[in-house]
Protein backbone atom coordinates (compact mmCIF):
# COMPACT_ATOMS: atom_id res chain seq x y z
CA UNK A 1 0.00 0.00 0.00
CA UNK A 2 1.62 3.22 -1.27
CA UNK A 3 2.35 6.21 1.80
CA UNK A 4 -1.28 8.22 -0.02
CA UNK A 5 -3.35 5.12 0.65
CA UNK A 6 -2.33 4.63 4.10
CA UNK A 7 -2.75 8.44 4.59
CA UNK A 8 -6.22 8.34 3.30
CA UNK A 9 -6.73 5.26 5.19
CA UNK A 10 -5.74 7.07 8.38
CA UNK A 11 -8.14 10.03 7.65
CA UNK A 12 -10.86 7.88 6.63
CA UNK A 13 -10.50 6.04 9.86
CA UNK A 14 -10.37 8.87 12.11
CA UNK A 15 -13.14 10.65 10.35
CA UNK A 16 -15.44 7.73 10.96
CA UNK A 17 -14.53 7.85 14.70
CA UNK A 18 -12.95 4.58 14.95
CA UNK A 19 -12.62 1.61 13.01
CA UNK A 20 -14.81 -0.33 10.09
CA UNK A 21 -17.08 -1.94 10.32
CA UNK A 22 -19.66 -0.20 12.39
CA UNK A 23 -22.59 -1.41 14.67
CA UNK A 24 -25.96 -0.44 13.77
CA UNK A 25 -28.19 1.57 13.77
CA UNK A 26 -24.81 4.37 12.66
CA UNK A 27 -25.99 8.19 13.63
CA UNK A 28 -24.59 11.32 11.63
CA UNK A 29 -23.91 13.18 15.38
CA UNK A 30 -22.41 16.87 14.59
CA UNK A 31 -18.81 15.45 14.95
CA UNK A 32 -19.29 13.30 11.94
CA UNK A 33 -20.78 15.62 9.29
CA UNK A 34 -18.14 18.50 7.94
CA UNK A 35 -18.63 21.48 6.12
CA UNK A 36 -16.67 23.35 3.35
CA UNK A 37 -17.83 26.46 1.13
CA UNK A 38 -18.24 24.57 -2.56
CA UNK A 39 -16.56 26.46 -5.52
CA UNK A 40 -19.64 29.04 -5.92
CA UNK A 41 -19.35 29.50 -2.27
CA UNK A 42 -15.83 30.80 -2.20
CA UNK A 43 -16.93 33.41 -5.44
CA UNK A 44 -19.56 34.60 -3.39
CA UNK A 45 -17.13 34.96 -0.41
CA UNK A 46 -14.85 37.11 -3.00
CA UNK A 47 -17.59 38.85 -4.32
CA UNK A 48 -18.78 40.38 -0.81
CA UNK A 49 -15.15 41.26 -0.07
CA UNK A 50 -15.25 43.07 -3.17
CA UNK A 51 -18.45 44.57 -2.56
CA UNK A 52 -17.41 45.56 1.03
CA UNK A 53 -14.61 47.17 -0.03
CA UNK A 54 -16.25 49.60 -3.02
CA UNK A 55 -18.56 50.30 -0.44
CA UNK A 56 -16.25 51.64 1.80
CA UNK A 57 -14.14 53.24 -0.71
CA UNK A 58 -17.19 55.29 -1.63
CA UNK A 59 -19.23 55.29 0.95
CA UNK A 60 -22.27 53.80 -0.11
CA UNK A 61 -24.61 52.75 2.93
CA UNK A 62 -27.15 51.14 0.79
CA UNK A 63 -23.85 49.38 -0.74
CA UNK A 64 -23.14 48.33 3.14
CA UNK A 65 -26.48 46.94 3.67
CA UNK A 66 -26.14 44.73 0.87
CA UNK A 67 -23.21 43.12 1.48
CA UNK A 68 -24.86 42.60 5.06
CA UNK A 69 -27.72 41.03 4.01
CA UNK A 70 -26.04 38.69 1.35
CA UNK A 71 -23.36 37.82 4.35
CA UNK A 72 -26.49 37.18 6.85
CA UNK A 73 -27.80 35.10 3.33
CA UNK A 74 -24.34 32.82 4.10
CA UNK A 75 -24.36 32.19 7.10
CA UNK A 76 -27.80 30.96 7.34
CA UNK A 77 -27.04 28.55 4.73
CA UNK A 78 -23.97 27.17 6.28
CA UNK A 79 -26.80 25.90 8.82
CA UNK A 80 -29.83 24.95 7.04
CA UNK A 81 -27.36 23.02 4.65
CA UNK A 82 -25.55 21.84 8.04
CA UNK A 83 -28.83 20.44 9.27
CA UNK A 84 -30.16 18.25 6.07
CA UNK A 85 -27.26 15.82 7.21
CA UNK A 86 -26.62 15.85 10.71
CA UNK A 87 -28.56 13.52 12.91
CA UNK A 88 -29.43 11.39 9.78
CA UNK A 89 -29.90 7.60 11.09
CA UNK A 90 -28.02 4.65 8.74
CA UNK A 91 -28.86 1.17 8.84
CA UNK A 92 -28.14 -1.75 6.32
CA UNK A 93 -30.48 -3.17 4.21
CA UNK A 94 -31.14 -6.32 2.09
CA UNK A 95 -28.40 -7.40 -0.59
CA UNK A 96 -29.21 -10.08 -3.19
CA UNK A 97 -26.89 -12.39 -4.38
CA UNK A 98 -25.04 -11.42 -8.02
CA UNK A 99 -22.78 -13.39 -10.35
CA UNK A 100 -19.46 -12.06 -10.23
CA UNK A 101 -18.79 -9.12 -13.32
CA UNK A 102 -22.50 -7.27 -12.36
CA UNK A 103 -23.06 -5.21 -10.36
CA UNK A 104 -24.34 -6.08 -6.40
CA UNK A 105 -26.68 -3.82 -4.85
CA UNK A 106 -26.73 -2.65 -1.09
CA UNK A 107 -29.51 -1.54 0.29
CA UNK A 108 -29.03 1.44 3.06
CA UNK A 109 -31.96 2.68 4.90
CA UNK A 110 -31.50 5.96 5.36
CA UNK A 111 -33.90 7.03 8.21
CA UNK A 112 -35.19 10.69 9.15
CA UNK A 113 -36.19 10.99 12.57
CA UNK A 114 -37.11 15.25 12.34
CA UNK A 115 -40.47 16.56 11.12
CA UNK A 116 -38.53 18.45 8.74
CA UNK A 117 -37.70 16.58 5.15
CA UNK A 118 -34.02 16.04 4.07
CA UNK A 119 -33.90 16.73 0.55
CA UNK A 120 -30.93 16.79 -2.43
CA UNK A 121 -28.99 13.83 -0.36
CA UNK A 122 -26.42 12.23 -2.56
CA UNK A 123 -25.36 9.00 -1.61
CA UNK A 124 -22.81 6.47 -3.31
CA UNK A 125 -20.49 3.18 -1.68
CA UNK A 126 -16.93 2.98 -2.17
CA UNK A 127 -16.20 4.59 -6.19
CA UNK A 128 -20.03 3.78 -7.53
CA UNK A 129 -21.93 5.89 -8.80
CA UNK A 130 -24.16 8.39 -6.65
CA UNK A 131 -27.76 8.37 -6.16
CA UNK A 132 -29.78 11.36 -5.37
CA UNK A 133 -32.38 10.55 -2.51
CA UNK A 134 -34.99 12.67 -0.73
CA UNK A 135 -36.30 11.68 2.90
CA UNK A 136 -39.49 13.29 4.23
CA UNK A 137 -40.14 13.90 7.69
CA UNK A 138 -40.33 11.13 9.96
CA UNK A 139 -40.14 8.58 7.13
CA UNK A 140 -37.19 6.70 5.87
CA UNK A 141 -36.19 5.04 2.71
CA UNK A 142 -33.55 2.57 0.89
CA UNK A 143 -31.20 3.89 -1.39
CA UNK A 144 -29.66 0.82 -3.24
CA UNK A 145 -26.24 1.45 -3.87
CA UNK A 146 -24.29 -0.21 -6.66
CA UNK A 147 -20.85 -1.95 -6.08
CA UNK A 148 -18.64 -3.72 -8.61
CA UNK A 149 -18.04 -6.96 -8.39
CA UNK A 150 -14.60 -9.02 -9.82
CA UNK A 151 -14.60 -11.84 -7.30
CA UNK A 152 -16.48 -14.56 -5.66
CA UNK A 153 -17.54 -15.31 -1.80
CA UNK A 154 -18.40 -12.30 0.73
CA UNK A 155 -18.08 -8.65 -0.29
CA UNK A 156 -18.30 -6.06 2.52
CA UNK A 157 -19.91 -2.92 1.95
CA UNK A 158 -17.08 -0.27 0.81
CA UNK A 159 -17.06 2.69 2.84
CA UNK A 160 -20.48 5.25 2.21
CA UNK A 161 -20.53 8.81 1.74
CA UNK A 162 -23.26 11.18 2.66
CA UNK A 163 -23.15 14.60 0.87
CA UNK A 164 -25.42 18.20 0.72
CA UNK A 165 -24.73 21.32 -1.20
CA UNK A 166 -28.81 21.88 -0.32
CA UNK A 167 -30.40 24.44 -0.43
CA UNK A 168 -27.94 27.26 -2.59
CA UNK A 169 -25.28 24.54 -3.49
CA UNK A 170 -22.76 27.47 -1.62
CA UNK A 171 -22.18 24.62 0.91
CA UNK A 172 -21.18 21.45 1.30
CA UNK A 173 -21.40 18.95 3.85
CA UNK A 174 -20.45 15.45 4.03
CA UNK A 175 -19.97 12.21 6.19
CA UNK A 176 -18.32 8.81 6.25
CA UNK A 177 -20.72 5.66 7.44
CA UNK A 178 -19.17 1.92 7.44
CA UNK A 179 -22.05 0.11 8.59
CA UNK A 180 -21.52 -3.78 8.43
CA UNK A 181 -23.41 -5.60 5.56
CA UNK A 182 -22.28 -7.73 2.82
CA UNK A 183 -23.20 -9.39 -0.44
CA UNK A 184 -22.86 -12.70 -1.62
CA UNK A 185 -21.11 -13.21 -4.86
CA UNK A 186 -21.72 -16.42 -6.95
CA UNK A 187 -18.98 -17.49 -9.18
CA UNK A 188 -19.93 -16.23 -12.86
CA UNK A 189 -21.37 -18.80 -15.31
CA UNK A 190 -18.92 -20.30 -17.74
CA UNK A 191 -19.53 -18.57 -21.21
CA UNK A 192 -18.43 -21.99 -23.43
CA UNK A 193 -18.85 -25.34 -20.92
CA UNK A 194 -19.36 -29.11 -21.80
CA UNK A 195 -22.59 -30.11 -22.02
CA UNK A 196 -24.78 -31.11 -19.25
CA UNK A 197 -23.83 -34.33 -17.79
CA UNK A 198 -27.11 -36.28 -18.58
CA UNK A 199 -25.22 -39.82 -19.18
CA UNK A 200 -24.36 -39.92 -15.16
CA UNK A 201 -27.12 -40.03 -12.06
CA UNK A 202 -29.78 -41.04 -11.32
CA UNK A 203 -31.54 -41.64 -14.22
CA UNK A 204 -34.70 -44.35 -12.60
CA UNK A 205 -37.58 -42.01 -14.61
CA UNK A 206 -38.68 -40.65 -11.61
CA UNK A 207 -42.00 -38.98 -12.17
CA UNK A 208 -42.04 -35.17 -10.33
CA UNK A 209 -45.38 -33.96 -11.56
CA UNK A 210 -47.92 -36.82 -13.35
CA UNK A 211 -50.99 -34.54 -14.65
CA UNK A 212 -51.49 -36.74 -18.16
CA UNK A 213 -49.49 -35.90 -20.99
CA UNK A 214 -50.86 -32.83 -22.01
CA UNK A 215 -50.04 -31.07 -19.31
CA UNK A 216 -46.68 -28.56 -20.11
CA UNK A 217 -45.10 -28.53 -16.58
CA UNK A 218 -41.46 -26.76 -17.68
CA UNK A 219 -38.60 -26.90 -20.75
CA UNK A 220 -35.97 -29.19 -20.13
CA UNK A 221 -32.64 -29.80 -22.64
CA UNK A 222 -33.14 -31.00 -25.83
CA UNK A 223 -31.39 -34.13 -26.12
CA UNK A 224 -29.37 -35.21 -29.33
CA UNK A 225 -31.32 -36.92 -31.69
CA UNK A 226 -34.94 -36.49 -30.16
CA UNK A 227 -37.78 -35.20 -32.22
CA UNK A 228 -37.95 -31.34 -33.04
CA UNK A 229 -41.85 -31.62 -32.52
CA UNK A 230 -41.44 -30.73 -28.65
CA UNK A 231 -38.28 -28.05 -28.99
CA UNK A 232 -39.22 -24.52 -27.23
CA UNK A 233 -38.84 -22.22 -30.55
CA UNK A 234 -39.87 -18.98 -29.10
CA UNK A 235 -37.13 -19.94 -26.16
CA UNK A 236 -34.78 -20.70 -28.62
CA UNK A 237 -35.81 -17.20 -30.71
CA UNK A 238 -34.99 -15.08 -27.46
CA UNK A 239 -31.93 -16.59 -27.04
CA UNK A 240 -30.11 -17.67 -29.91
CA UNK A 241 -26.48 -18.35 -28.80
CA UNK A 242 -28.42 -20.62 -25.52
CA UNK A 243 -28.81 -24.36 -26.07
CA UNK A 244 -32.24 -25.49 -27.47
CA UNK A 245 -35.07 -26.65 -24.27
CA UNK A 246 -37.65 -28.66 -25.04
CA UNK A 247 -41.25 -28.40 -23.38
CA UNK A 248 -42.12 -31.73 -20.84
CA UNK A 249 -45.37 -32.38 -20.13
CA UNK A 250 -46.88 -34.66 -17.23
CA UNK A 251 -46.00 -38.38 -17.56
CA UNK A 252 -42.52 -37.45 -18.78
CA UNK A 253 -39.30 -38.98 -16.62
CA UNK A 254 -37.44 -36.22 -15.02
CA UNK A 255 -33.36 -37.23 -15.10
CA UNK A 256 -32.01 -36.37 -11.65
CA UNK A 257 -27.98 -34.99 -12.39
CA UNK A 258 -25.21 -35.35 -10.64
CA UNK A 259 -22.39 -32.33 -11.01
CA UNK A 260 -19.32 -34.29 -9.96
CA UNK A 261 -16.47 -32.09 -9.46
CA UNK A 262 -14.11 -34.86 -9.85
CA UNK A 263 -15.18 -35.69 -13.64
CA UNK A 264 -13.94 -32.19 -14.81
CA UNK A 265 -10.89 -32.46 -16.83
CA UNK A 266 -7.92 -32.49 -14.66
CA UNK A 267 -6.18 -29.26 -16.58
CA UNK A 268 -8.91 -27.01 -15.08
CA UNK A 269 -8.40 -25.29 -12.41
CA UNK A 270 -10.22 -24.08 -9.68
CA UNK A 271 -11.88 -20.94 -11.28
CA UNK A 272 -12.85 -22.63 -14.06
CA UNK A 273 -14.28 -25.55 -12.55
CA UNK A 274 -16.59 -23.54 -10.86
CA UNK A 275 -17.72 -21.62 -14.02
CA UNK A 276 -18.70 -24.86 -15.82
CA UNK A 277 -20.57 -25.91 -12.53
CA UNK A 278 -22.58 -22.81 -12.48
CA UNK A 279 -23.12 -22.82 -16.08
CA UNK A 280 -24.49 -26.09 -15.87
CA UNK A 281 -26.39 -25.21 -12.80
CA UNK A 282 -28.14 -22.20 -14.02
CA UNK A 283 -28.93 -24.59 -17.31
CA UNK A 284 -30.23 -27.32 -15.27
CA UNK A 285 -32.61 -24.65 -13.12
CA UNK A 286 -34.16 -22.87 -16.31
CA UNK A 287 -34.68 -26.05 -17.80
CA UNK A 288 -36.63 -27.49 -14.59
CA UNK A 289 -34.74 -30.12 -14.40
CA UNK A 290 -33.42 -31.72 -10.76
CA UNK A 291 -29.43 -31.75 -9.92
CA UNK A 292 -26.87 -33.00 -7.12
CA UNK A 293 -23.81 -31.76 -6.53
CA UNK A 294 -20.76 -33.52 -5.65
CA UNK A 295 -17.83 -31.65 -4.69
CA UNK A 296 -14.81 -32.16 -1.91
CA UNK A 297 -15.93 -33.04 0.84
CA UNK A 298 -19.82 -32.91 0.29
CA UNK A 299 -22.54 -34.04 -1.94
CA UNK A 300 -25.87 -32.34 -2.25
CA UNK A 301 -28.88 -34.51 -2.98
CA UNK A 302 -30.47 -33.89 -6.18
CA UNK A 303 -33.60 -31.74 -6.12
CA UNK A 304 -34.83 -28.48 -7.80
CA UNK A 305 -36.67 -25.28 -7.38
CA UNK A 306 -35.19 -22.16 -5.95
CA UNK A 307 -34.07 -22.86 -2.55
CA UNK A 308 -31.72 -25.31 -3.90
CA UNK A 309 -30.34 -23.43 -6.46
CA UNK A 310 -29.52 -20.68 -4.43
CA UNK A 311 -28.36 -23.13 -1.80
CA UNK A 312 -26.10 -24.47 -4.87
CA UNK A 313 -24.43 -21.69 -6.36
CA UNK A 314 -23.58 -20.60 -2.10
CA UNK A 315 -21.79 -23.36 -1.65
CA UNK A 316 -19.70 -22.82 -4.94
CA UNK A 317 -19.01 -18.93 -3.97
CA UNK A 318 -17.25 -20.13 -0.74
CA UNK A 319 -15.74 -23.34 -1.84
CA UNK A 320 -12.25 -22.82 -0.40
CA UNK A 321 -12.74 -19.73 1.40
CA UNK A 322 -13.12 -19.61 5.68
Given amino acids: MSLRERLRQRFFIWALRGRPPEPSPVLLTQRRVYVLPTRPGLAFGISLIIMLIGAINYSLSLGHGLVFLLAGLGISTILATFRNLVHLRIEPGHAEPVFA ?3 ALFGLILRNTRDTGRPQLRVWAGDGPPIVVDIPGNDSIE ?6 TRR ?4 SLPRVTL ?4 PLGLIRTWAYAAPAQRCLIYPAPAAEAPPLPTGNGDQQG ?3 QNKGNDDFIGLRNHQAGESLQHVAWKAAARQPDAPLLAKQFGGESALSLYFDWDALPPDLDVEQRLSILVRWICDAHRAGMAWGLRMPPLQLEPDSGDAHFHRSLKILALHGQS
Fill in 101 to 103: GDP
Fill in 143 to 148: ALLPVD
Fill in 163 to 166: ETVY
Fill in 152 to 155: RGWL
Fill in 206 to 208: RLR
